[in-house]
């Protein structure tokens, strides 16, 4: 399943057809489970961009604290 919406999202978000943040909060959680930082960081910025004053309770945060 999450294969199949990082698949259809990943194709969304190339033709700028993600209907809202939450879509791009997804993607995003997605892309950090792949570890694909890039993407993921890119999916933030959008969803932040799309959620406003809510992005704090929609988007996951910008970068993801170390483990270290």
């Not at 570890?35 to 992005?55: I, K, W």
């Not at 988007?59 to 170390?66: E, F, M, N």
């Amino acid at each position: 399943r999450a294969n199949d919406a990082m698949i259809a999202l990943r194709e969304l978000d190339q033709r700028d057809l993600v209907p809202d943040a939450w879509g791009y909060a997804v993607l995003a959680r997605l892309n950090e489970t792949r570890r694909d930082g890039t993407a993921r960081e890119s999916a933030v910025a959008r969803c932040t961009t799309l959620a406003g004053a809510h992005a704090d309770a929609v988007c996951p945060p910008l970068a993801v604290a170390s483990s270290r």
